[in-house]
T-cell receptor, first 112, second 114 residues
Framework: AQSVTQLGSHVSVSEGALVLLRCNYSSSVPPYLFWYVQYPNQGLQLLLKYTTGATLVKGINGFEAEFKKSETSFHLTKPSAHMSDAAEYFCAVSDRGGKLIFGQGTELSVKP | DSGVTQTPKHLITATGQRVTLRCSPRSGDLSVYWYQQSLDQGLQFLIQYYNGEERAKGNILERFSAQQFPDLHSELNLSSLELGDSALYFC?????????????FGPGTRLTVL
């Protein structure tokens, strides 16, 4: 069975600082991994996804994530945080049928 | 705008009642998923349809049911509502329902049971 663990339910960074949101997964098959962002009172928007191929995945809004099989991780990073990045971020793995299994979410706060 | 629409946006009802949530997928998407988001359970998969047929079931209560119609829109029916059913309900769609397909989420329906 697949599962996802996001370390840290809340992360706070200063504007311009590095953003690092951690995600570890468990999967009995080669994983397909996703990062979604949820702004207040909105639905989820896909930031990036890993299916196969290049392990460093670039997404929208300057975010990227690196798939590390040996560490079963898929951490999300952004070199320089903007105020507009404040939101909740969800890591997810898809199972055989395509349904998404989400982590608990990490709320990102950006201080001016 | 993801292209997925959900109605209504907000729903307030009483315990014991029945409600229907509606979802229209993106044009061309054949698969529809329903998810529930609550503070204590997080984001949980409920059920998936593909081209009118049920494909997968998750932690969906027996009081809940869903269907996908020939025009591919989907409805989630919640009956005998309890206080604990208060949550945000999301619909998502994807092209084929395959593992590698990204899912596009609607804005959600916020259900409040009083």
């Amino acid at each position: 069975a697949q599962s996802v663990t996001q370390l840290g339910s809340h992360v706070s960074v200063s504007e311009g600082a590095l953003v690092l949101l951690r995600c570890n997964y468990s999967s009995s098959v080669p994983p397909y991994l996703f990062w979604y962002v949820q702004y207040p009172n909105q639905g989820l928007q896909l930031l990036l996804k890993y299916t196969t191929g290049a392990t460093l995945v670039k997404g929208i809004n300057g975010f990227e994530a690196e798939f590390k099989k040996s560490e079963t991780s898929f951490h999300l990073t952004k070199p320089s945080a903007h105020m507009s990045d404040a939101a909740e971020y969800f890591c997810a793995v898809s199972d055989r049928g395509g349904k998404l299994i989400f982590g608990q979410g990490t709320e990102l706060s950006v201080k001016p | 705008d993801s292209g997925v629409t959900q109605t209504p946006k907000h729903l307030i009802t009483a315990t014991g009642q029945r409600v229907t949530l509606r979802c229209s997928p993106r044009s061309g998407d054949l698969s529809v998923y329903w998810y529930q988001q609550s503070l204590d359970q997080g984001l949980q998969f409920l059920i998936q349809y593909y081209n009118g047929e049920e494909r997968a079931k998750g932690n969906i209560l027996e009081r809940f049911s869903a269907q996908q119609f020939p025009d591919l829109h989907s409805e989630l029916n919640l009956s005998s509502l309890e206080l604990g059913d208060s949550a945000l309900y999301f619909c998502a769609s994807s092209v084929e329902g395959a593992r590698y397909n990204e899912q596009f989420f609607g804005p959600g329906t916020r259900l409040t049971v009083l």
